[in-house]
C-alpha cells in the first residue's frame, strides 16, 4: 500500500515528541499540549492529524528516530499496535509483515485482549469503535483478570 509522504521531522518535532510508546504535543494543539497525540482506529492503530493531513503514528516515531520515511511496512515487534517506540519498530515487506502477524495469533497462547508488551502484558478490549485499555501488569492471568473485570464494570 502506498503511504502519504510524511512532513519534514523538523515539523514533527516541532508539534510532537516521544514519551515512553506514545507521540504527545509538544505544542498546544486545541488545548492539548503534554496529551497523547491522536485517535485509536477500528484496526488499533494511533493516527495523528498533522497540518491538515492524517498518518500513522508509528510512521511518524520512526521518522522522528532515523529522519527518513521508512521504505516498505513497519512491524511491531512486540505486536502491540500502540508501542510506537523506535526500537519496536522494524522495516519488513507486506508479506513478511501478514506471516508475522498471522504467526502472532497462532502461536501466542495468550488469553483473548492479552498482549505481551516490553516484559509485562497489557490488557485491551474494543467497545464498539472504542479502544480500551486496561493497564500492563506482570502475568497474563493478572492481566486476563483486569480485562475481565473492566469489561464487567462496562456493563
Known amino acids: 500500500m502506498e503511504q502519504l509522504p510524511l512532513p519534514p521531522s523538523s515539523v514533527i518535532s516541532e508539534h510532537l515528541e516521544l514519551k515512553g510508546c ?5 505544542k498546544s494543539h ?3 499540549k503534554g496529551q497523547v497525540a491522536g485517535m ?3 484496526w488499533g492503530y494511533r493516527r495523528i492529524t498533522l497540518q491538515g493531513k492524517l498518518y ?3 510512521r511518524l516515531s520512526w521518522k522522528l528516530r532515523h529522519g527518513e520515511d521508512p521504505e516498505g511496512e513497519l512491524d511491531h ?5 500502540l ?7 522494524e522495516i519488513v515487506t507486506s508479506r513478511e509483515n501478514s506471516t508475522r502477524r498471522s504467526n502472532r495469533t497462532k502461536k501466542s497462547g495468550l488469553p483473548t485482549g ?7 502484558f497489557c490488557a485491551t478490549a474494543w467497545r464498539g469503535s472504542d479502544y480500551l485499555y486496561f493497564g500492563q501488569f506482570s502475568t497474563p492471568e493478572e492481566a486476563s483478570e483486569a480485562r475481565r473485570r473492566g ?3 462496562l456493563l
Open 22 to 26: 506514545d507521540l504527545v504535543w509538544r
Open 30 to 32: 486545541c488545548g492539548r
Open 40 to 42: 485509536v482506529t477500528e
Open 56 to 58: 500513522y503514528a508509528h
Open 77 to 81: 515487534l512486540n505486536g502491540n499496535k
Open 83 to 89: 508501542d510506537n517506540r523506535p526500537e519496536n519498530l
Open 114 to 120: 492479552v498482549k505481551k508488551n516490553g516484559k509485562g
Open 151 to 153: 469489561l464487567q464494570a
